[in-house]
């Protein structure tokens, strides 16, 4: 007789809270992005996918207060190519999640 522990699984409101990430950034609200990413970061197991995340936000929003930029939210300050690559960054992590290994 063989027993079966169950798989962990990832709560659907992690799920969630991943795929919104990439919605608020194609949405024209990346500052807002930042609180799913800093519930990502407590609330997720794949810490070194959700700690990339974290620090792509992280430098992105230091270089956007730091620098010499007039621009008035971090949606435009973001590049066409800068957009599209944090956003796939954050679509891999909740992909990630999706198919993680226990």
Do not use: C, D, N, Q
């Given at each position: 007789m063989t027993t079966t522990t169950p798989r962990?699984?990832?709560?659907?409101?992690?799920?969630?809270?991943?795929?919104?990430?990439p919605a608020l950034i194609l949405g024209g609200f990346a500052f807002l992005?930042?609180?799913?990413?800093?519930?990502?970061?407590?609330?997720?197991?794949?810490?070194?996918?959700?700690?990339?995340?974290?620090l792509a936000y992280a430098v992105a929003m230091a270089l956007w207060l730091l620098g010499p930029s007039t621009e008035p939210s971090l949606s435009k300050y973001l590049s066409p190519l800068a957009t599209i690559s944090f956003?796939?960054?954050?679509?891999?992590?909740?992909?990630?999640?999706?198919?993680?290994?226990?």
């Amino acid at each position: 007789m063989t027993t079966t522990t169950p798989r962990p699984h990832t709560p659907l409101s992690t799920h969630i809270t991943a795929w919104t990430v990439p919605a608020l950034i194609l949405g024209g609200f990346a500052f807002l992005s930042g609180i799913p990413i800093a519930i990502l970061l407590f609330r997720s197991r794949l810490r070194w996918w959700t700690g990339a995340l974290g620090l792509a936000y992280a430098v992105a929003m230091a270089l956007w207060l730091l620098g010499p930029s007039t621009e008035p939210s971090l949606s435009k300050y973001l590049s066409p190519l800068a957009t599209i690559s944090f956003a796939a960054l954050a679509a891999l992590v909740a992909i990630a999640h999706h198919i993680r290994r226990p």
